[in-house]
Nanobody
Protein backbone atom coordinates (compact mmCIF):
# COMPACT_ATOMS: atom_id res chain seq x y z
CA UNK A 1 0.00 0.00 0.00
CA UNK A 2 1.25 3.48 -0.87
CA UNK A 3 -0.13 6.74 0.49
CA UNK A 4 0.73 9.95 -1.33
CA UNK A 5 0.62 13.53 -0.05
CA UNK A 6 1.26 16.43 -2.41
CA UNK A 7 2.35 19.93 -1.46
CA UNK A 8 3.75 23.06 -3.06
CA UNK A 9 0.80 24.29 -5.05
CA UNK A 10 -0.33 27.90 -4.99
CA UNK A 11 -0.92 31.07 -6.96
CA UNK A 12 1.81 32.33 -9.28
CA UNK A 13 2.03 34.86 -12.10
CA UNK A 14 2.59 33.76 -15.66
CA UNK A 15 6.28 33.17 -16.29
CA UNK A 16 6.90 32.19 -12.69
CA UNK A 17 7.93 28.89 -11.14
CA UNK A 18 6.64 26.41 -8.58
CA UNK A 19 8.00 23.16 -7.23
CA UNK A 20 5.58 20.45 -6.23
CA UNK A 21 6.50 17.66 -3.84
CA UNK A 22 4.85 14.31 -3.23
CA UNK A 23 5.82 12.32 -0.17
CA UNK A 24 5.00 8.62 -0.21
CA UNK A 25 4.52 6.31 2.72
CA UNK A 26 4.69 2.57 2.50
CA UNK A 27 7.37 0.07 1.56
CA UNK A 28 6.90 0.07 -2.18
CA UNK A 29 7.93 3.60 -3.16
CA UNK A 30 11.35 2.55 -4.39
CA UNK A 31 9.80 -0.08 -6.65
CA UNK A 32 7.16 2.23 -8.09
CA UNK A 33 6.97 4.36 -11.17
CA UNK A 34 5.83 7.82 -10.07
CA UNK A 35 3.90 10.33 -12.13
CA UNK A 36 2.18 13.68 -12.06
CA UNK A 37 -1.19 14.25 -13.67
CA UNK A 38 -3.34 17.36 -13.76
CA UNK A 39 -6.99 18.12 -14.21
CA UNK A 40 -8.52 21.47 -15.05
CA UNK A 41 -12.23 22.19 -14.56
CA UNK A 42 -14.30 20.55 -17.26
CA UNK A 43 -11.32 18.72 -18.74
CA UNK A 44 -10.03 15.17 -18.59
CA UNK A 45 -7.13 14.20 -16.38
CA UNK A 46 -3.90 14.80 -18.29
CA UNK A 47 -0.50 13.13 -17.98
CA UNK A 48 2.18 15.66 -17.07
CA UNK A 49 5.35 13.72 -16.27
CA UNK A 50 6.55 10.36 -15.01
CA UNK A 51 9.73 8.74 -13.74
CA UNK A 52 10.77 5.14 -13.29
CA UNK A 53 11.82 3.73 -9.92
CA UNK A 54 15.54 4.39 -10.40
CA UNK A 55 15.01 7.70 -12.15
CA UNK A 56 16.62 6.30 -15.27
CA UNK A 57 13.69 7.08 -17.50
CA UNK A 58 11.49 10.15 -17.55
CA UNK A 59 8.58 11.03 -19.77
CA UNK A 60 6.69 14.28 -20.30
CA UNK A 61 3.44 15.42 -21.79
CA UNK A 62 3.86 17.48 -24.94
CA UNK A 63 2.47 20.63 -23.36
CA UNK A 64 5.08 20.72 -20.58
CA UNK A 65 8.24 19.47 -22.26
CA UNK A 66 11.26 21.69 -21.63
CA UNK A 67 9.38 23.73 -19.00
CA UNK A 68 8.78 21.02 -16.35
CA UNK A 69 11.24 18.59 -14.75
CA UNK A 70 10.38 15.52 -12.71
CA UNK A 71 12.83 14.02 -10.23
CA UNK A 72 12.80 11.72 -7.23
CA UNK A 73 14.75 11.14 -4.05
CA UNK A 74 14.26 7.54 -2.97
CA UNK A 75 16.00 8.18 0.35
CA UNK A 76 13.26 10.67 1.18
CA UNK A 77 10.41 8.78 -0.50
CA UNK A 78 9.68 11.95 -2.44
CA UNK A 79 9.02 12.85 -6.05
CA UNK A 80 9.22 16.43 -7.29
CA UNK A 81 7.87 18.45 -10.17
CA UNK A 82 9.78 21.62 -10.96
CA UNK A 83 7.57 23.87 -13.08
CA UNK A 84 9.11 26.82 -14.87
CA UNK A 85 7.75 29.37 -17.34
CA UNK A 86 4.25 28.73 -16.09
CA UNK A 87 1.31 29.67 -18.28
CA UNK A 88 -2.35 30.32 -17.40
CA UNK A 89 -3.23 27.08 -19.19
CA UNK A 90 -1.16 25.20 -16.59
CA UNK A 91 -3.84 26.03 -14.03
CA UNK A 92 -5.22 22.77 -12.65
CA UNK A 93 -5.27 20.42 -9.71
CA UNK A 94 -2.05 18.43 -9.83
CA UNK A 95 -2.11 14.82 -8.67
CA UNK A 96 0.73 12.51 -7.72
CA UNK A 97 0.33 8.89 -8.76
CA UNK A 98 2.22 5.66 -8.17
CA UNK A 99 2.21 2.27 -9.83
CA UNK A 100 4.12 -1.00 -9.59
CA UNK A 101 5.44 -0.58 -13.10
CA UNK A 102 8.73 -0.70 -14.97
CA UNK A 103 7.73 1.78 -17.65
CA UNK A 104 6.01 5.17 -17.58
CA UNK A 105 2.46 4.89 -18.91
CA UNK A 106 0.58 8.05 -19.74
CA UNK A 107 -2.86 6.61 -19.00
CA UNK A 108 -4.24 7.27 -15.54
CA UNK A 109 -5.82 3.80 -15.03
CA UNK A 110 -2.28 2.34 -15.10
CA UNK A 111 -1.58 3.86 -11.70
CA UNK A 112 -3.06 2.28 -8.61
CA UNK A 113 -2.33 4.93 -6.02
CA UNK A 114 -3.23 8.62 -6.00
CA UNK A 115 -2.78 11.62 -3.78
CA UNK A 116 -5.48 14.12 -2.93
CA UNK A 117 -4.15 16.78 -5.29
CA UNK A 118 -2.76 20.28 -4.95
CA UNK A 119 -4.11 23.36 -6.71
CA UNK A 120 -1.88 25.34 -9.06
CA UNK A 121 -3.24 28.64 -10.33
CA UNK A 122 -1.34 30.74 -12.85
CA UNK A 123 -2.56 34.29 -13.33
CA UNK A 124 -2.05 36.23 -16.55
Amino acid sequence: QVQLVESGGGLVQAGGSLKLSCVASGPTFTSSTMAWFRQAPGKEREFVAGITRTGGTTRYGDSVKVRFTISRDNAKNTVYLQMNSLKPEDTAVYYCAAGRLIVVPTSSPSYGYWGQGTQVTVSS
